[in-house]
């Protein structure tokens, strides 16, 4: 675990936030807001996350004073969603659909990567980066790919009418901040995908924002899109947090369309990799996103969001030509000003400890307590 508190894990602008967050408290998991410098227990009024957001008075309500901010101990930091179904958006930025597709020509073997990549960027190049999502000219430069063999399901989701989303954890699943992150043991070319997150409630409104490592394996899903579940889904392989930020008169969408997520991964063996995801570059709006999460389906506990990101990671750690992928030990660190950093060690799923507090434990849990049921006060 990564254990000491920094005031890097918080927004630069501290004093207008209003936080949400989840910690491991000795009754149990429990949800908090952070305002003006100190730590609230609000679970009497709002036993869980979700309850708290679908409240239109989240910002303002009380709780049980903790203890000041600066005495949190960050090794009792949850992730801070807890019943929201964990949705994502894949390939929601022109860089990272050219690399699915490369992925998915090398059939998920990183020592090709480069020869198609060099191929590919050369006969597409900027064109994929300006086209707009089912607009004509999105059809026209699509036609004109299939007539040169180089159509992809990954294209189709870049720029056809509909995005790619899928769900990427179960409830309760997700690992906040400093939790050991888990990429499958089996897998030999992965990386992080450092996010912003939307969480939306139960009517379908965004209410805040926070960061996500959707921490992907390239040779799965490279070897066959229907291997997405594989290389998605498994013991830590999502990490949220610190907190998430309520949208209010000073952060709100405007905020996340403006952010610029930087990532730094550190190996233990001296390796350094940093990164920039600008969400202006973004090829759906967050909110088109959200529309397209919410389809013709119901979420009544809300869901979080993956929005997706630039980066992909093409920086040769070992040998040359085959690009970066994790080794246990490497930090990872995920920050833009107005959410604060995200960090997290990597392992493997099958060495994270497992996660066995599932739902009917949360509520088993809260019952206990007096927190719902008959004895809720």
């Known amino acids: 675990m990564i254990q000491e508190f920094s005031k890097e894990m918080l927004p630069a602008d501290l004093g207008e936030a209003v936080l ?32 708290l957001l679908d409240r239109d008075d989240a910002a303002s309500v009380q709780g049980e004073a903790l203890f000041p901010l600066d005495r949190l101990d960050a090794s009792r930091l949850l992730s801070p969603v807890d019943l929201q179904v964990v ?95 888990g990429v499958r043991s089996d897998s030999s070319w992965n990386n992080p995908e450092p996010e912003v997150v939307l969480v939306v409630n139960s009517r379908g409104t965004p209410v805040g924002a926070t960061l996500g490592n959707d921490v992907n394996l390239r040779d799965f899903e490279g070897r066959s899109a229907l291997l997405l579940g594989k290389a998605k889904d498994n013991n830590a392989s999502g990490a949220l947090g610190p907190f998430i930020r309520i949208f209010d008169g000073g952060y709100g969408m405007d905020d996340v369309r403006d952010a610029v997520v930087e990532l730094v991964v550190e190996g233990d063996d001296g390796y350094r990799l940093t990164g920039t995801s600008t969400m202006r570059e973004i090829s759906r709006d967050p909110e088109e996103l959200v529309r397209q999460a919410l389809s013709e389906h119901h979420y009544p506990d809300g869901f979080a969001l993956f929005l997706g990101t630039l980066f992909a990671p093409v920086q040769d750690r070992d040998a040359p030509g085959r690009g970066f992928t994790h080794k246990e030990g490497d930090v990872v660190r995920i920050s833009t000003p107005k959410l604060g950093t995200l960090v997290n060690r990597v392992t493997t799923s099958k060495a994270a400890p497992p996660w066995s507090f599932g739902v009917r434990d949360l509520m088993n849990n809260l019952a206990a307590r007096g927190l719902i049921g008959a004895g809720a006060r």
């Open 20 to 51: 949400v967050g989840r910690l491991r408290l000795d009754e149990g998991p429990t949800p908090v807001l952070i305002r003006g410098g100190t730590v609230y227990d609000v679970s009497r009024a709002v036993p869980t996350v979700a309850d």
């Open 87 to 181: 949705k994502a958006a894949g390939v929601t930025f022109a860089v990272s659909a050219l690399e699915r597709v490369i992925e998915e020509a090398a059939r998920g073997d990183s020592s090709a990567a480069a020869a198609v990549r060099e191929k590919l960027e050369s006969r597409v190049g900027g064109g994929i980066r300006s086209v707009v999502p089912g607009s004509e000219e999105a059809a026209r430069l699509k036609a004109a790919l299939i007539e040169e063999g180089m159509w992809s399901q990954y294209l189709e989701v870049a720029i056809g009418p509909d995005a790619e989303i899928f769900t990427k954890a179960p409830v309760l699943s997700t690992v906040g901040w400093g939790a050991e992150i």
